[in-house]
């Protein structure tokens, strides 16, 4: 195991009720990055966080659509100038995710950046199905915490244990998302 994968299974994590305050961060940090990522197609607020009366650990998830993925060297110095890392291909391959760190070195906010597409289809119909079904939230957010429960220092199990739920759920809103279109 090298020292990302047992820094990312050792991460410490937890939750916390929905609080309407995550509006507001997440409007902050968009002001600033659309001074940085001025040619994005969107940024929008994805996530748990996004989700009014879900529990989520307390990280504002933004996604940045850009029309092509590109050397976007700059950009990504003026996000490590404002305190973000960078990890490139971390979610998907021709990605971008920046995470910042608060006092505890717990993540407050994670920034994706990706084509429109696959992947950034997938943060945005995940999250409006989750908004428009409250009870699919609800269950949701008790998996988190029983698997919270159960892997309170493991985090690389904690998401594994999440997997069947959302691959489930994935499937289910990629159906309501084609019948909305229809």
Not at 128 to 145: G, M, N, T, W
């Amino acid at each position: 195991m090298t020292n990302d994968e047992i820094k990312q299974k050792s991460r410490k994590y937890y939750f916390t009720e929905y609080n309407p305050d995550w509006v507001r961060q997440y409007e902050e940090l968009e002001n600033i990055l659309a001074s940085i990522w001025d040619e994005a197609l969107s940024i929008e607020h994805i996530g748990s966080t996004s989700i009014f009366g879900m529990s989520a650990k307390p990280v504002i998830d933004v996604l940045i659509t850009v029309e092509k993925m590109q050397d976007f060297e700059e950009k990504i110095q003026q996000m490590t100038d404002l305190g973000f890392i960078c990890l490139r291909d971390y979610i998907a391959p021709r990605t971008l995710n920046f995470y910042q760190t608060g006092k505890e070195d717990d993540k407050i906010n994670n920034v994706h950046v990706c084509e429109p597409g696959s992947q950034q289809r997938k943060f945005t119909v995940m999250r409006d199905y989750f908004r428009v079904h409250p009870d699919e939230a609800k269950e949701y957010s008790k998996l988190k915490q029983k698997n919270r429960e159960n892997y309170p220092d493991d985090y690389v199990s904690y998401r594994e244990a999440k997997k069947a739920f959302l691959n489930e759920i994935e499937q289910k809103a990629y159906s309501w998302y084609e019948n909305l279109n229809k």
